[in-house]
């Protein structure tokens, strides 16, 4: 039996397709953009998000997505305490356009900043729901933010 040097053509066809499907598990280019939006709202158009969900905004061009509830410092409306100040509620957010680099971002219901610029407008946090009533942590899943993309006139 004749020993032969190099791959055949099926092991070389294998060999290629595992290394495309690895390449494919490792890729970082670009949001992923599979799957559904949970709305797709006009500009100036306010619009709601839980977390994890997400908006494509056609007239900016740009996805955002809900990421998750950072801090929840806002005084209780029903608190037996005296708050000093009416409290912060930091909304972490990934946004991004359809082909590029996507950022991730932190905007405010009280401090700064509470919007960020995006193309000729500005992504704008309204509100954050519900309003805490007491001091009990409100579970992540029950979080609705407000946003808006307000355009420069």
């Known amino acids: 039996m004749a020993c032969r040097r190099g791959m055949s053509s099926d092991m070389r066809i294998r060999w290629i397709l595992g290394v495309a499907l690895v390449a494919g598990c490792f890729s970082v280019e670009g949001p ?3 799957g559904t939006y949970a709305v797709t709202p006009g500009l100036d158009e306010p619009f709601t998000l839980k977390v994890g969900e997400r908006a494509w ?3 900016a061009s740009l996805y955002l997505r809900f990421l998750d509830v950072e801090s929840d410092s806002r005084c209780p409306s ?14 972490v957010i990934e946004i ?3 082909v590029g680099d996507a ?5 405010h219901t009280t401090l700064e900043p509470k919007s960020v610029p995006v ?6 946090l309204q509100r954050l729901d519900p309003y805490p009533e007491d001091v009990t942590p409100i579970p992540i899943e029950e979080y609705v933010a407000t946003f808006v993309v307000e355009i420069s006139s």
Do not use: F, K, R
């Not at 029903?78 to 930091?90: K, M, P, R, S």
């Open 119 to 124: 193309g000729d407008g500005m992504l704008v």
């Open 103 to 107: 950022a991730v971002d932190t905007l």
């Open 32 to 34: 992923d953009l599979s």
């Open 57 to 59: 905004i056609d007239g």
């Open 78 to 91: 029903n608190a037996l305490i005296l708050c000093v100040w009416e409290g912060d509620a930091g909304v």
């Open 96 to 98: 991004g356009p359809l």
